[in-house]
């Protein structure tokens, strides 16, 4: 399975210029990797990617699940842990509904890719764009999640900046 999707990922990579965008990694480069695991249960897999700074845009970051999850459980999650770095329940109140439009239901092998940018958040699902939010503070709260010091997982985070 593992061989299937780099193969996958290869083809997209050298597809993208044949649909005439932009591939979303372009500029990115490898940055570190680690695993996040809730209970004692292997939740998902993490690959960071990074520009010229390691902690802001541009940066993507890919969760590889090991696990099924609804979208519903997804954003709920994204949103407790944003809430740590965000005061503002107005404003997570509409970045929840965001969220929860855009993030799918997910099973062990799928992966999810968040692609942060100047503008927002793009979200895409097993190579394909599933949806952006076009909010930098959003995307400075979502990417917060794993990348600011105030993380709930530290050790991920430290793994994701190659400091693990």
Same mark, same amino acid.
């Given at each position: ?33 680690? $695993? ?65 439009? @855009? ?26 764009? @599933? ?19 105030? $993380? ?13």
């Amino acid at each position: 399975m593992r061989r299937r999707s780099l193969l996958l990922a290869g083809l997209a990579a050298l597809c993208w210029p044949l649909l005439g965008t932009a591939s979303p990694m372009q500029g990115l480069r490898p940055r570190g990797q680690g $695993s996040f695991r809730r209970f004692g249960f292997h939740v998902y897999d993490a690959t960071l990617w990074t520009g010229e700074v390691p902690d802001g845009p541009p940066l993507a970051l890919r969760l590889d699940y090991r696990r099924k999850l609804s979208g519903l459980a997804i954003a709920d999650a994204s949103t407790t842990e944003m809430r740590r770095l965000v005061a503002d329940e107005a404003q997570l109140s509409v970045w929840d509904q965001a969220m929860r439009r @855009i993030f799918p239901d997910v099973r062990d092998g799928d992966h999810l890719l968040g692609v942060w940018r100047d503008d927002g958040a793009y979200f895409y699902q097993n190579d394909a764009l @599933i949806g952006a939010v076009r909010d930098p503070a959003f995307a400075r709260a979502f990417f917060g999640i794993w990348l600011d010091p105030r $993380s709930s997982a530290p050790a991920l985070r430290a793994a994701l900046l190659g400091r693990g």
